[in-house]
């Protein structure tokens, strides 16, 4: 039980760990379409991504796909890029745009999962066994999550709610400024993918 609560721990830390905000800028901008009353799609949503990089992250700690590390890191904010967009030119609530949100958040949790994976293969190391610290692990990057979703849902219906700016503009600048953000991040990977 205690490695368990030690894989659980380091999940949910390492996706709430500000230096590694990639992860929560995806989650953020997944999350920056709905307020509080949405909150069963929101957790559809991130179990969505979860099922996503949990598969991916086991193929690779498993040794079953490898894929070039810089290439992931480039990936990463690519989602982000892509999902903050989504949002921008997003034009109603339309039933077929919110499916979108779940297809984007099963498949670029692929994506995340592969840069979950370097990080529990070093804890790992050797380990033989590890279907239970691969299970602690994804509950604690579901359990991360939603507590960044739970941030997100709360400070959108303050803004909306509470200071009476449209859901629309809350999403607009949510989304520019995480657009923004990851744009940069984009650009400086693919510095480091072209070397």
């Not at 592969?114 to 692990?137: C, D, E, H, R, W």
């Not at 849902?153 to 200071?163: G, M, W």
């Not at 009476?164 to 923004?180: H, L, N, V």
Request: glycine share 6%.
């Amino acid at each position: 039980m205690q490695e368990f609560s030690l894989y659980f721990q380091e999940g949910w830390q390492h996706i709430v760990d500000l230096s590694g905000y990639d992860h929560i800028l995806f989650v953020m901008a997944l999350c920056a379409v709905y307020l509080m009353k949405d909150w069963k799609k929101v957790l559809v949503l991130v179990t969505a991504f979860t099922i996503g990089h949990s598969i991916t992250l086991a193929l690779s700690v498993l040794n079953i796909v490898k894929v070039n590390t810089a290439l992931i890191e480039f990936l990463i904010p690519v989602t982000i890029v892509i999902t903050a967009l989504s949002n921008v030119f997003r034009k109603t609530e339309e039933t077929k745009k919110m499916q979108l949100n779940y297809f984007f958040a099963l498949f670029f949790g692929l994506i995340h999962g592969m840069g979950f994976s370097n990080y529990l293969k070093s804890m790992l190391g050797s380990q033989t066994n590890i279907v239970q610290p691969l299970l602690a692990f994804n509950l604690g990057l579901e359990a991360g999550q939603l507590i960044i979703v739970l941030v997100i849902l709360l400070l959108a219906q303050i803004i909306v709610n509470l200071s009476g700016a449209k859901k629309r503009d809350w999403t607009m600048f949510i989304s520019a400024a995480i657009f923004g953000i990851a744009f940069m991040m984009s650009l400086e990977r693919l510095g480091t993918l072209m070397k």
